[in-house]
């Protein structure tokens, strides 16, 4: 049986126009160091019945699931929009998210963003 020993933290200030937020990740058993996200968002409702939201986020990866040797830093930047639509009890919430790689994760060169074989 393979155990797994994580820890997750998240403060977030919902409160604020742009919802900024941190969530730090560590994992003791599988991992080799820690993984903090900074978020931030902004929601409005242009109708009763449709919310429009947009987020953004900065991942700094402190060694967790890096390959051997690879350099830390900042690891990916997303952004994304939602447009969650509510009928009665329903909510149908379609979304777009795009990631820009900013370390070589993978261990694979790259070369504009395209991944040699």
Known sequence: MIQAM???ARKGMPEIVLQPAITIFYDFTNGDGYYVL????YSFK???FLETAFSASLGYNGGQWLAEGSDRGFSDFNIGIS?????NELRIIPFANYTFVLLDASGKKTISGLESL
Do not use: D, N, R, V
Not at 83 to 87: D, I, K, P, R, V
């Open 6 to 8: 994580k820890f997750f």
């Open 38 to 41: 900074l978020e931030t968002g």
């Open 46 to 48: 242009p109708l009763k």
């Open 83 to 87: 447009l969650a639509y509510a009928w």
